[in-house]
C-alpha cells in the first residue's frame, strides 16, 4: 500500500505560482511513476504530467507545457508539482496518484491522495 498526501494548494492571483507536494508513505515511492490530475467543478478529472520512477522522464498536458513542472526527491519520497503563469482556468482540485506503469489514463493508478484545492483568481 503507498499512502499519498498532498499539500500547497489555495488561492492565488493569475499570473502567480504555486507548489504543489505530493508526500508519500508506505512503500517507497521510487518503484512508482507519479502523476498529477485534477478535477475542475463541474468536469471531468485530466491528466496534468507524470514523471517515471527514475525522475528522468516527463509528460505533461498541452494545457500546462512550458508552465508546470514535476520533479521528484526519492530520498524524500515526495514529488512535487511547479505551477507558473497560472490562469483562471488552472482553478481545480489537484490530485497525485501512483501507478507501476505510468501513462495518462487514470486508470493505470492503483494510489490517490486526498487533492489539494487550487483556486486562481483575477
Known amino acids: 500500500q503507498v499512502q499519498l498526501v498532498e499539500s500547497g494548494g489555495g488561492l492565488v492571483q493569475a499570473g502567480g505560482s504555486l507548489r504543489l507536494s505530493c508526500a508519500a508513505s508506505?512503500?517507497?515511492?521510487?518503484?512508482?511513476?507519479i502523476s498529477w490530475f485534477r478535477q475542475a467543478q463541474g468536469k471531468e478529472r485530466e491528466f496534468v504530467g507524470v514523471?517515471?520512477?527514475?525522475?528522468?522522464?516527463?509528460d505533461y498536458a498541452d494545457s500546462v507545457k512550458g508552465r508546470f513542472t514535476i520533479s521528484r526527491d526519492n530520498a524524500k519520497n515526495t514529488v512535487y508539482l511547479q505551477m507558473n503563469s497560472l490562469k483562471l482556468e488552472d482553478t481545480a482540485v489537484y490530485y497525485c496518484?501512483?501507478?507501476?506503469?505510468?501513462?495518462?489514463?487514470?486508470?493505470?493508478?492503483?494510489?490517490w491522495g486526498q487533492g489539494t484545492q487550487v483556486t486562481v483568481s483575477s
Open positions: 496518484a501512483a501507478s507501476r506503469s505510468g501513462g495518462r489514463w487514470s486508470n493505470n493508478y492503483d494510489y
Open positions: 508506505g512503500r517507497p515511492v521510487s518503484s512508482y511513476a
Open positions: 514523471v517515471t520512477w527514475g525522475g528522468h522522464s516527463t
